[in-house]
């Protein structure tokens, strides 16, 4: 073991891979130092275990009525209680882990790309490229994230592949200022005048030279953001515009135990509490990425 | 053969006017610098040689070829700019070997892993720091990564924007005694920019002093040497020198 970290911590690292699985464990020991942040990683962790073993993790069938059973208390038998269709709820909301988090990664993986490049090209080249693409980034800006995402739903039709695609159009565009901002304070400086004067494409110069140092701000971003993402296809699943019945989709679960609130109060709370732990999670986790990642906190990456 | 000529050299920064009708030539071996206080165009001239300042008027010719304003590919195997703050001038999330081995991927330069080797040896690198990031190396050594990264295309020509002004006094030492060494092993060009006069005469043959934008005298280190500059601003220079022994 002791090996290992000192092969990992080698000052004069003899190997490409060598040095960059070194930086790799400095932050993660540095996140490891972090309290909240592993708070947050392990809320994460336990969100992605959920989703992976649902089936042996789940107590009941996500979807199985049992109208003789419905609208049950927690209990030994039902954790969380039953609905008003007799279903487990705890077993749904571990299936809803699997929404949530397809909805999460595939926001991501679609927004944040798009919103890099566009912020990246914009910054880079300025002038009329960076007034059209900035132009366009504005138009999507100036409308509540929500709203539009609502706009695109009720036109494409309700449905998760729909809700994951409005949000995903609802969010790059904060990812792609970000971009910009970021390109702009590196695009003066020494080190990218040094590789342009080697005779580098702009292709290569954004590519391997610009990305790379904007990653970090868009990792934290898209982290702090996925408790926003989470909400709005909570509150898309909430009108009934996400994720259609009978998935178990947390917000369209909250929406479902509305009425029974009063005198049923496990049906909409056991979801929503869901919702604030895993989007209190992500936040956690970005808080603690910002403190490991951040430029500014210089020279301890 | 004359490594650089410029003629009639006018450099703009949006509306404002640079430099002034600034003349000059280079011989192939020489090591040559501009000197002034700051503000007076010494690096501008530089950047619009190198390619970064694009809007000049005038001609810049190297090695018999004339210049466009903008980089091009074929002008950066022969000529190189090192910068003055090794801080910046190296990407943080780049280790030496990835610096280094850029500009060989730029031009299809094959032979990656002895290329590296050996430009490291000739500026000083020990072997150890190949795979550190800059934040593990420091400033002198940084320094060297980045003269290495410039002489790694083999290039005749190297631009010197004060490249020892962000170093301790010591390590600044250290990088005079390398420059002056490459050239002499590597038979280089130089064009130096700097305002330390000390500097000029440990390893420059012929200087220019800049004021205003103009170049008001051309002399060679000898005069320097021996406190016989003529133009009134030159002499209020070196007299104002603190390193300088005239």
Redesign the interface.
């Known amino acids: 073991m002791a090996t290992t970290r000192d092969w990992l911590l080698d000052d004069s690292p003899s190997s490409r891979l060598q040095a960059r699985l070194g930086r790799g464990y400095r932050l993660s020991r540095a996140l490891m130092r972090n309290p909240l942040a592993m708070v947050g990683a392990l809320i994460v962790l336990a969100l992605i275990l959920a989703a992976l073993f649902a089936p042996w993790i789940a107590t009941h069938s996500p979807i199985t009525q049992d109208l003789a059973m419905r609208l049950k208390p927690p209990s030994a038998e039902y954790w969380m209680g039953t609905d008003e269709l007799g279903r487990d709820i705890w077993s749904r909301v571990v299936y809803g882990a699997r929404i949530t988090l397809m909805i999460v990664m595939l926001v991501a993986v679609l927004a944040a790309p798009v919103g890099l490049v566009i912020g990246a090209i914009a910054g880079y080249y300025g002038g009329w490229v960076d007034r059209i693409l900035m132009g366009i980034t504005d138009i999507f800006l100036s409308m509540p994230k929500l709203i539009l995402a609502l706009a695109f739903v009720a036109a494409l039709g309700p449905g998760i592949q729909n809700a994951i695609i409005a949000i995903a159009i609802a969010t790059w565009p904060g990812y792609a200022r970000i971009a910009r901002a970021e390109t702009l304070t590196i695009r003066n400086s020494e080190f990218v005048s040094a590789v342009e004067l080697q005779g580098a494409s702009s292709f290569r110069v954004i590519v391997n030279h610009i990305l790379p140092l904007c990653s970090s701000s868009m990792i934290i971003r898209v982290t702090l953001d996925m408790a926003g993402i989470i909400l709005t296809a909570a509150g898309l699943g909430f009108i009934g515009l996400g994720a259609q019945p009978p998935l178990p989709e947390w917000g369209a679960m909250i929406s479902r135990g509305r009425s029974f609130i009063l005198n049923e109060w496990w049906v909409a709370t056991m979801p929503g509490f869901a919702i604030v732990i895993v989007s209190l999670g992500f936040c956690f986790l970005g808080d603690g990425l910002r403190d490991v990642l951040d430029p500014k906190h210089g020279d301890r990456q | 053969m004359s490594a650089l000529t410029i003629e009639n050299l006018d450099i703009c920064y949006g509306e404002s006017k640079v430099t002034h009708d600034i003349n000059l030539s280079v011989a192939e071996g020489e090591s040559f610098a501009l000197v002034g206080e700051s503000g007076s165009g010494k690096t501008t001239v530089l950047r619009a040689i190198?390619?970064?300042a694009t809007s000049w008027t005038g001609s810049i010719t190297a090695f018999g070829q004339a210049r466009s304003p903008g980089?091009?590919?074929g002008f950066?195997?022969q000529c190189?700019?090192v910068?003055?703050?090794p801080y910046?001038?190296?990407?943080?999330?780049k280790?030496v070997?990835?610096t280094l081995s850029?500009?060989l991927a730029?031009?299809g330069i094959a032979d990656n892993g002895e290329r590296v080797d050996e430009v490291m040896q000739s500026v000083g690198l020990d072997r150890?720091?190949?795979?550190?990031?800059p934040?593990?190396l420091s400033g002198g050594q940084r320094q060297r990564v980045?003269i290495a990264?410039a002489l790694i295309?083999r290039p005749k020509l190297l631009l010197l924007d004060e490249p020892t002004s962000a170093l301790d006094v010591s390590v600044q030492a250290e990088i005079l005694n390398l420059l002056k060494r490459l050239r002499r092993e590597q038979g280089l060009t130089y064009l130096m920019v700097t305002h330390n006069l000390a500097v000029v005469s440990f390893l420059c043959d012929r200087l220019a002093v800049m004021r205003h934008g103009r170049i008001v005298e051309v002399a060679s280190a000898d005069q320097l040497k021996r406190g016989a500059l003529e133009d009134p601003y030159s002499r209020e220079l070196i007299q104002f020198s603190p390193s300088h022994p005239a």
């Open positions: 190198a390619g970064i980089i091009d590919r950066a195997r190189q700019m910068f003055q703050d910046g001038s190296l990407h943080p999330r280790t070997d990835a850029e500009p730029i031009h150890r720091f190949r795979f550190r990031f934040h593990q980045a990264r295309l």
